[in-house]
């Protein structure tokens, strides 16, 4: 760690408006690494250690403080001589690593303090800063395997930088097991790497777009209004008081392309679906349909008429721009994502799903996504930036609908290629707790080609999404 804090050099960054209404989540990944060869020096501690401070160096930003600005904006200061130091940790397990993997990675078999922090990020009790990395390394019984627990402030971090600094940590671990140096590289930061890569023409954001991001709500600017450390403590009460629940889910590769095949029947000739689109088509129409049938308290009822709620459901589809701007081989480390909406009426949660009714709202993804340019990413950027017309944050898009639903693909970011010395990961996953009310659609172990979901959602909610037929037969539980 001393190397660290010698490397580094104090710093401001300058972030997107976009990056301080995400910096209340955690996103947390955990990753599982069997020790089949019996090696006595499997993943050494000490070696592990050091690769961390190594990455950590080329990353200084994770031990960096994030300040909101006047205009709702965010920095993230990293002060040599106050330094918010991520907290590193690693402890020794009484569970075997065959009992987890033999229960198929079930969560009832994970060490119970594997995962340090809860899905809101709220601050350090010791430091009052919100940190924004969490590192638990868990030896499993026996020297059987290691867990890792890796913890994101979402303000600083996306999936894809999760699974980047994974691989980065892991490159340096290796190099020290091996003594083989691991090749040179750089990491970036802040919203100016995003901006020099934007073009100078601009394209009109979408109708649904333009309505979703016009939202009002004085609720939502109080929340927005608050500092990050009392915005974190609330929103750790409220979704705490949710109950939330998750559950991970696998969808065979069969079924993803039967179903596209049925829904393909419905549109016109010559349409291209992604399994992206069938899975977030789906997650919309069993969503909405699990929220229709579960009983409405008095209370909910009450604050639906209070607020005057559109009755509509709003769907978030995430998309990473860091290929669309170029951006995919510098290492840049925030939130480069675009998000497109559909909305479609609420009374349609009672209409059966079919390939038919799952076709109308894959054919709007579809569209949606299809559309996205740089001219038009460069026009969402602005509108997140300004602050002005088109701004909403998320508490106001949710209060303005009945229900809000978001998808994020990251399918395609190497969750299996972390090799600390001793091979890569044998299973890969978000905590089943990620984000309420999100699909995460995940890779499958490899060579698997299987689909892994993992939603999460107030405790009500979850059971009804279970219940759901369509998605029982789609899907099978994993836990």
């Given amino acids: ?57 080329l990353c200084p930003w994770f031990a960096g403080v994030i300040k909101q600005t006047r205009g709702g904006g965010m920095e993230v200061i990293v002060d040599k001589g106050n330094l918010n130091m991520p907290d590193y940790r690693e402890s020794q397990s009484l569970v075997p690593f065959s009992k987890i993997q033999s229960s198929g990675f079930n969560r009832a078999t994970w060490p119970d303090d594997l995962v340090p922090v809860g899905l809101a990020a709220y601050p350090d009790e010791t430091t009052r800063m919100i940190k924004l990395l969490h590192i638990h390394v868990v030896r499993l019984k026996d020297n059987s395997g290691v867990a890792i627990s890796v913890n994101f402030n979402h303000g600083v971090a996306d999936a ?39 073009p100078s023409e601009r394209a009109p954001l979408s109708e649904v777009s333009c309505k979703v ?15 990050p450390n009392r915005r974190g403590l609330l929103m750790n009460y409220l979704i705490n008081s949710a109950s939330p629940r998750g559950h991970l889910f696998r969808i065979s590769r069969a079924k993803i392309d039967g179903l596209r095949d049925q829904v393909l029947e419905h549109l016109p000739h010559g349409t291209r679906l992604s399994t992206n689109d069938i899975i977030s088509a789906v997650a919309h129409r069993v969503h909405e349909q699990a929220v229709a049938r579960k009983q409405q308290g008095w209370l909910a009822k009450l604050t639906d008429r209070k607020n005057r709620l ?39 949660a009672h209409l059966p799903i079919t390939p038919k009714t799952i076709s109308v709202v894959a054919a709007q993804i579809r569209s949606l996504v299809s559309a996205i340019t740089l001219p038009r990413i460069g026009q969402n950027i602005d509108v997140f930036d300004s602050g002005e017309k088109y701004a909403a944050d998320f508490f106001a898009v949710a209060m303005n609908h009945k229900l809000v639903t978001a998808t994020s693909n990251i399918a395609s970011t190497k969750m299996y290629a972390a090799d600390f010395g001793h091979g890569v990961q044998a299973f890969s996953t978000v905590h089943p707790e990620f984000s309420m009310g ?27 999404f279970l219940k759901n037929e369509f998605w029982s037969d789609f899907s099978e539980l994993v836990y």
Avoid at 7 to 21: A, G, T
Avoid at 169 to 192: H, N
Avoid at 216 to 227: G, Q
């Fill in 1 to 57: 760690m001393d190397h660290f804090v010698d490397s580094i050099e104090s710093q401001k960054y300058i972030c997107r408006r976009f990056d301080m209404l995400t910096s209340h989540i955690t996103i947390r990944f955990l990753f599982f690494y069997a020790n089949s060869g019996g090696a006595e020096d499997f993943m050494p501690g000490r070696q592990l250690e050091e690769g961390f401070y190594r990455i950590l160096a």
């Fill in 438 to 464: 999100l699909f995460s659609i995940l890779q499958s172990p490899p060579p698997s080609k299987d689909i892994l979901v993992n939603f999460c959602d107030a405790a009500l909610v979850m059971d009804g």
């Fill in 213 to 227: 991001l016009s939202a009002k709500s004085r609720v939502a600017d109080f929340i927005m209004w608050l500092s």
């Fill in 310 to 348: 559109a009755g509509e459901h709003c769907t978030l589809v995430v998309a990473n721009f860091r290929g669309h701007l170029g951006m995919t081989e510098l290492n840049y480390m925030g939130n480069p994502v675009f998000g497109e909406f559909v909305l479609t009426p609420m009374h349609q």
């Fill in 160 to 198: 894809t930088t999760a699974i980047t600094f994974l691989n980065r940590w892991a490159d340096e671990t290796r190099a020290l097991v091996t003594g083989v140096p691991v090749a040179e590289a750089t990491f970036c930061f802040g919203a100016d790497i995003i901006k020099r890569h934007l």
